[in-house]
């Protein structure tokens, strides 16, 4: 029976926690922050506030206490939003064993430092003397469609393949199937940058734009995440799959994308501010992930133009018409050039 530590009680956290419960012969602790979720789950066995509707298996316990959270546990999957990765796993730090297997499966980068999850979790645990064994886990996959057992498949990239097959054998179900890759990059960049597409995807629908401006704007938001993710060290066939396109095309058109929601209420005239204090809690990874994509973007040299008129929108005010229009009138290019 493995004993598997959950980081992070938001909707992915606790969808992942209902796989992993489901499949039996697992010990899932939950580490959870706020109080009334873990009230919620001790009552009730459904997180409230973040997945409501969605039962959670007797075997998964919920904790605010990270040192029980950890507590011999075997696979550590972390699931907290990027800006508090670093915090959360400095206070991780003195609990964490060289014999863990650390699964990140954050979809973000770190706004300041421009680090992917899995750069900052080795940044912090090398402090210790040895190397964190690491993984990503990413792809298509909404929480509450995980939750409730419709068929999803996601992928782990790890450069260490026992740790890559430890987790497909693990976390697979007939209703959870897991991929192995070991294009780390690739994965956690692409599943990092489709939330800003998604984004704009969302300024789109709140535009009134049809179907063909948002078939544009996967097909060229694609070919940005691909030049960022090679120039980065990340293959192009990644983006193929499912943390690349997948992942993209989901974000992008289902209704349950927190990013395109942000997204469609800058297109109807709404303020940032205003559109993230009616979230309740829930984070858009992709408001911080643009910033930090920009950074990237700059540093290596890379054009994004949808990338950086999602930027003007979210940080300098700019009228979305004003940054579609912006994007139709650039200078020609070629569709397959490898700047455009």
Known sequence: MSQIAVIGAGAWGTALSI?????????????????EVRESIAARRVNELFLPGQSIPENVSA??????ALRDAEIVVSVMPSQHSRR?????RPHLKREMLLVSATKGVEEKTLLRMTEVISQIIRRD?????????SGPSFAKE?????????????KDPDLAGTVQREFSDPRFRVYTNDDVIGVELGGSLKNVIAIAAGVCDGLGLGHNSIAALITRGLAEITRLVVACGGRQETMSGLAGLGDLVLTCTGGLSRNRSVGVELGRGR?????????HGM??????TTHAAVGLARAHSVEMPITEQMY??????????????ELMTRTGKSEIALSS
Not at 283 to 288: M, N, P, Q, S
Not at 312 to 325: F, V, W
């Open 63 to 68: 904790t605010g206490n990270l040192a029980e």
């Open 88 to 92: 959360l796993f400095q206070e991780m």
């Open 146 to 158: 995980v939750a409730r057992g419709d068929p999803t498949a996601i992928t782990i990239a790890s």
């Open 271 to 279: 303020k940032l501010p205003e559109i993230m204090a009616g979230m």
């Open 312 to 325: 003007a929108i979210l940080h300098n005010d700019k009228s979305p018409r004003d940054a579609i229009h």
């Open 19 to 35: 796989v992993l419960g489901r499949k039996g012969g697992h010990r899932i602790r939950l580490w959870v922050f706020e109080k």
């Open 129 to 137: 003397s040895f190397l964190p064994r690491l993984g990503a886990l």
């Open 283 to 288: 984070v858009a990874e992709g408001v911080f």
